[in-house]
């Protein structure tokens, strides 16, 4: 299986899936920490992946996404972004529903 067929592979096995550095429990990043806690503040149901464990995965991700930075947030396999605009959408109230419908 290549890396590109694994993300997509990840992107369908849960509808919200968040690509971060660390782990929701141990994250290595405060950026990815931001997400976690607003991901939890929604009650949202997702899929975690340390992109840490998987050089290949990090660096296949970034091409396939057309994203520079890491953590990524997917929604029914769409990209949302990294950590601002996720805290943007979470502000304006519409994150809690983006991940409430998924």
């Known amino acids: 299986m290549s890396v590109i067929e694994r993300i ?25 920490g931001r997400v976690v806690q607003v991901l939890q503040a929604c009650n949202a149901q997702y899929r975690a992946i340390n992109i840490f464990e998987d050089p290949e995965l990090r660096d296949a991700l970034k ?29 304006k109230g519409e994150l809690q529903s983006m991940v409430g419908a998924a």
């Open 63 to 91: 091409e396939y996404s057309n994203w520079p930075t890491y953590p990524q947030l997917y929604v029914n396999g769409q990209l949302v972004g990294g950590c601002d605009i996720v805290m943007d959408l979470f502000d």
């Open 8 to 32: 997509e592979e990840q992107l369908a096995s849960q509808p919200v899936v968040l690509y971060m550095k660390g782990t929701p429990d141990f994250p290595q990043c405060g950026f990815s």
